[in-house]
């Protein structure tokens, strides 16, 4: 069973359709849950990091948000630019490693 | 600006023909990851070092060493690339434990 699941896997937008894209998790003891974003061909960009839910954090048309078992980012009014695929990763105590989990992510594509 | 660099960006090897991957890190950060990544996949950790502290994942293929010589390089070696060894391979760096990852931008392994 994952312990880190995305969706959905594929999203396709129009410019300026908000929406929100979801990670959940079943791990216990979050440390922390990381948002990544990755443009093909390329190494993942760090985005936000979360701790304890309630927690929010912003980016522009971005918008993280963590509960005791999923995240959403939130995409306000999304540009073309913003077509890439979101990985989030979860850290909790795992067999004694703090190594993060990660998804498989969401592919959005922003037409315009 | 400080950051992870990877060479060579695309690496071309025949079956059985070993190849070394390096990453390279100005950030000063202890721990250092060596990620394979496959299309649509989530990234797959193979190796991780806590400064000098190596670390092996269970299930990574003795195809598959590592060396970190110094706080700022890492290598990975692939003693006998096979052709499901093809992907992405990411390196990423982290301050501490806990914290968020930062990415190379990958080397790209093709097997013929």
């Known amino acids: 069973e994952d312990q880190v699941t995305q969706s959905p896997e594929a999203l396709r937008l129009q410019e300026g359709e908000s929406s929100s894209l979801n990670c959940s998790y079943t791990?216990?003891?979050?440390?922390?849950l990381f948002w990544y974003r990755q443009d093909p061909g390329k190494g993942p960009e760090f985005l936000f990091t979360?701790?304890?839910a309630g927690e929010e954090k912003e980016k522009e048309r971005l918008k993280a948000t963590l509960t005791k078992k999923e995240s959403f980012l939130h995409i306000t009014a999304p540009k073309p630019e913003d077509s890439a695929t979101y990985l989030c990763?979860?850290?909790?105590?795992?067999?004694?490693?703090?190594?993060?989990?990660f998804g498989r992510g969401t592919s959005l594509i922003v037409h315009p | 600006d400080a950051m992870v660099i990877q060479n060579p960006r695309y690496q071309v090897t025949q079956f059985g023909k070993p190849v070394t991957l390096s990453c390279s890190q100005t950030?000063?950060?202890?721990?250092m990851y060596w990620y394979q990544q496959k299309s649509s996949q989530a990234p797959k950790l193979l190796f991780h070092?806590?400064?000098?502290?190596?670390?092996n994942e269970a299930d990574t293929p003795d195809n598959f060493q590592s060396r970190r010589p110094n706080t700022s390089f890492c290598f990975l070696d692939i003693r006998s690339p096979g052709l499901g060894d093809a992907a992405m391979y990411l390196c990423?760096?982290?301050?501490?434990?806990?914290?968020?990852?930062?990415f190379g931008p990958g080397t790209r392994l093709t097997v013929l």
């Open positions: 990423a760096t982290s301050r501490g434990a806990y914290n968020e990852q930062f």
């Open positions: 791990v216990s003891g979050l440390r922390g």
């Open positions: 979360l701790y304890s």
């Open positions: 990763a979860v850290q909790a105590p795992l067999e004694g490693s703090y190594i993060p989990t």
């Open positions: 950030l000063n950060h202890n721990v």
């Open positions: 070092y806590y400064d000098k502290d190596f670390n």
